[in-house]
C-alpha cells in the first residue's frame, strides 16, 4: 500500500506532521576548555542515529547523544579536548536535566 500524502482525500488515523514538542527546545549552552558549546535539545536529536548508537551499548549511545547534539564539525572539536571520565559523567547527567529527562530515563522516552 502506498503512503498516503497529506493531499489525497483519505482519513488518516493520525497526524504526526501536528504533533508539537511539549517542552522549549532552548539548546544547552556549556562551558569547557575556554571555548562555549552549544548542544541541540535532546528532545530534539532525530532518533534514527540515536538508535543506531544504542546498538553499541551505554557508552556508544550516549557518544552517538553528544554527536548529535553538537553537530558533526564541532564534535570533531570537542573530541581534540581530553576530557576526563568523571567529567562526562556530569556533563551527561547536566544535558539530561536541561532536557527534562530524569537518570535512567532515555532520550526515546514517552514520558
Known sequence: ????????????????DAVKAEVDLTPWRVHWNGRRWEFAHMQSLDVWALMEAAEGGDTQAMT???RAALGD???AEFRKVKLPQYKLKALFDGYRRHSGLEPGESAASAS
Open 1 to 16: 500500500m502506498a503512503p498516503r500524502t497529506a493531499t489525497d482525500d483519505q482519513p488518516f488515523d493520525f497526524n504526526l
Open 64 to 66: 552517538g547523544i553528544f
Open 73 to 75: 564539525e564541532a564534535w
